[in-house]
T-cell receptor, first 113, second 114 residues
Framework: KNEVEQSPQNLTAQEGEFITINCSYS?????LHWLQQHPGGGIVSLFM???GKKKHGRLIATINIQEKHSSLHITASHPRDSAVYIC???????????????FGEGTQLTVNP | KAGVTQTPRYLIKTRGQQVTLSCSPI?????VSWYQQTPGQGLQFLFE???????NKGNFPGRFSGRQFSNSRSEMNVSTLELGDSALYLC?????????????FGPGTRLLVL
């Protein structure tokens, strides 16, 4: 069982729809990241969270530490949002071992016009 | 400010050869982390360097090694290449150790081992 689980694996939406991608993890973490990867491989870091909620434009990320769960929401989705969204966590281990990121398998989002 | 750069962008090698990949972090960033991405295993952490010291290493064999120079540029080396080493290799940089900072990713080096 992967330590970081994402759902759904694939998501197809119509332009304008509200989108939610979920991420759950198995043990305590020090931080959770949401990443976006476009075709061609480039990765952009969208959010780094350790508690609560963050918003950037049409993107909102939330985390519930007690439930070990995070969600990434996209409001008013657009075809340019089509990408793979990846959840990654830093487990709450020692100072140096906690520097490694453990990744979910990613969610392939396709937004149709 | 220039982003993270990686060279080369594409590389073809044969089994048994060795390869060296380079990563230049954003100016002022002292932490560089390396990741491997394959269709089967997804993204996996290789190692992190901060101020020329390896802070952490992922679960990869000793054929995978790296180093960081005084100007924060980093290289990773894979010796005795295997077919399974075909992957996208990404590096990411941050100001402080990666555990406390957002990382900025480079475009990656796509390695094909024949």
């Amino acid at each position: 069982k992967n330590e970081v689980e994402q759902s759904p694996q694939n998501l197809t939406a119509q332009e304008g729809e509200f989108i939610t991608i979920n991420c759950s993890y198995s043990v305590g973490i020090s931080a959770l990241h949401w990443l976006q990867q476009h075709p061609g491989g480039g990765i952009v870091s969208l959010f780094m969270l350790s508690s609560g909620k963050k918003k950037h434009g049409r993107l909102i990320a939330t985390i519930n530490i007690q439930e070990k769960h995070s969600s990434l929401h996209i409001t008013a989705s657009h075809p340019r949002d089509s990408a793979v969204y990846i959840c990654a966590v830093r487990f709450a281990m020692g100072e140096t071992s906690g520097s490694r990121l453990t990744f979910g398998e990613g969610t392939q989002l396709t937004v149709n016009p | 400010k220039a982003g993270v750069t990686q060279t080369p962008r594409y590389l073809i090698k044969t089994r048994g050869q060795q390869v060296t990949l380079s990563c230049s972090p954003i100016s002022g960033h002292r932490s560089v982390s390396w990741y491997q991405q394959t269709p089967g295993q997804g993204l996996q952490f290789l190692f992190e360097y901060f101020s020329e010291t390896q802070r952490n290493k992922g679960n990869f064999p000793g054929r995978f090694s790296g180093r960081q120079f005084s100007n924060s540029r980093s290289e990773m080396n894979v010796s005795t290449l295997e077919l399974g080493d075909s992957a996208l290799y990404l590096c990411a940089s941050s100001l402080a150790p990666a555990s406390v900072e957002t990382q900025y990713f480079g475009p990656g080096t796509r390695l094909l081992v024949l």
